[in-house]
């Protein structure tokens, strides 16, 4: 029922479709630009700082190795912006 006057009413306002279509096709590009942001950020962790692999056994050694590889990336990223 409500989906059937959702129906209605848009077709007697068929510019709220044409905005909202623009609006969801703009929203699904950034949303695929910032997709491509955080899996080049997380390709770098992995093959240039080796997070890909533990370097020691158990949960605290790997939050200090992911630490450690976080905030080497954050320093290579401040230093290339200065």
Same mark, same amino acid.
């Given at each position: 029922?409500?989906?059937?006057?959702?129906?209605?009413?848009?077709k007697?306002?068929?510019?709220?479709?044409?905005? $909202?279509?623009?609006?969801?096709?703009?929203?699904?590009?950034?949303q695929?630009? $910032?997709?491509?942001?955080?899996?080049?950020?997380?390709?770098?962790?992995?093959?240039v700082?080796?997070?890909?692999?533990?370097?020691?056994y158990?949960?605290d050694?790997?939050?200090?190795?992911?630490?450690?590889?976080?905030?080497?990336?954050n320093?290579?990223?401040?230093?290339r912006?200065?």
């Amino acid at each position: 029922m409500e989906r059937n006057l959702k129906h209605i009413l848009y077709k007697l306002n068929p510019s709220s479709i044409n905005s $909202r279509l623009t609006s969801k096709i703009q929203r699904s590009s950034r949303q695929k630009l $910032r997709s491509d942001k955080i899996e080049a950020k997380n390709s770098e962790l992995k093959n240039v700082f080796g997070y890909d692999r533990a370097d020691s056994y158990g949960m605290d050694c790997m939050h200090m190795q992911g630490a450690m590889v976080i905030f080497a990336a954050n320093i290579k990223r401040i230093l290339r912006l200065s």
